[in-house]
């Protein structure tokens, strides 16, 4: 893939957009851009379209969006606030852009990031969960994408609430937890994910696994499985939203 053919993969996220550019020497530049003005579509447009227009960008889009999607089409965006539901929002962007674009999950695009990160991961059933404002997940099993998970919103059997409810980065910040706190909700999520489901490896993404030093032996020394974090960090959402472009 030469640069006149780079893709600009996009994670759209519900605190912030992180935006790069993938071509055959790998990321060639990124950016996060914050919400000042609320985060509907018209205002997540005009974000992206200033983005595409600035970095002179003519050629492909991909998109991993914090919701259930459907082809072209948004169907639940819970943490995103109104005006999500049914939204067409690949195609209002091709309309002011004019790029071929691809939209799935943000755990969907993230997990394609993380595929193939280390070799022999694809004879592997691995559980990738992204980390942020809720719990995103997505399996590769074998070396494939296995989509549409949304098993954040799962309910814990001993707890009063959804897992992505007693351990995302949002329920750490408003209860002021500590990282420590923190990790070990993670950690209860984790345990009860891989009595449920049985993965090989967890891979965990998200812009709070740039610190995991800070926490990542907490979670693993109550873990019987390893528990990896993405080589992408916070652009992992935005990596393999471009690589839609490139399956």
Same mark, same amino acid.
């Given at each position: ?7 600009? #993969? ?15 020497? #790998? %990321? ?26 600035? *970095? ?14 459907? #082809? ?9 606030? /109104? ?9 209002? @962007?091709? &309309? ?15 997990? @394609? ?7 022999? *991961? ?14 995103? +997940?997505?399996? %590769? ?23 992505? &409810? *007693? ?6 910040? /408003? ?8 990790? /070990?909700? @993670? ?17 965990? +993404? ?6 995991? /030093?800070? *926490? ?16 992408? #960090?916070? =652009? ?9 472009? =490139?399956?």
């Amino acid at each position: 893939m030469s640069r006149e053919h780079a893709v600009l #993969g996009v994670d759209i996220g519900g605190s912030s957009i992180k935006c790069c550019v993938l071509d055959a020497c #790998g %990321i060639s530049r990124h950016v996060t851009l914050q919400y000042a003005n609320g985060k509907d579509p018209d205002t997540v447009l005009n974000m992206m379209t200033e983005i595409v227009e600035s *970095w002179n960008h003519d050629g492909p889009i991909g998109i991993g969006f914090p919701g259930l999607v459907s #082809g072209n089409r948004i169907v639940d965006a819970p943490n995103m606030g /109104e005006g999500w539901d049914g939204c067409d929002f690949s195609n209002r @962007l091709n &309309q002011r852009v004019g790029a071929s674009i691809a939209i799935i999950n943000d755990a969907d695009a993230a997990a @394609l990031a993380m595929a193939k990160q280390t070799p022999g *991961w694809e004879h592997e059933d691995i559980l990738c969960l992204t980390l942020g404002t809720g719990i995103g +997940s997505a399996w %590769i099993k074998q070396g494939e994408l296995e989509a549409g998970t949304e098993y954040g919103r799962m309910a814990h059997p001993q707890l009063d609430c959804s897992l992505e &409810q *007693w351990a995302s980065v949002r329920t750490m910040n /408003e209860e002021s937890l500590s990282i420590e706190e923190w990790a /070990e909700r @993670l950690a209860t999520v984790l345990e009860f994910l891989l009595e449920q489901f049985s993965p090989d490896r967890f891979v965990l +993404s998200g812009g709070i696994t740039t610190s995991s /030093e800070e *926490w990542i032996d907490i979670i693993q020394q109550r873990m019987s499985i390893p528990v990896a974090i993405s080589k992408y #960090g916070d =652009l992992t959402g935005a990596v393999g939203a471009a690589r839609l472009h =490139l399956v």
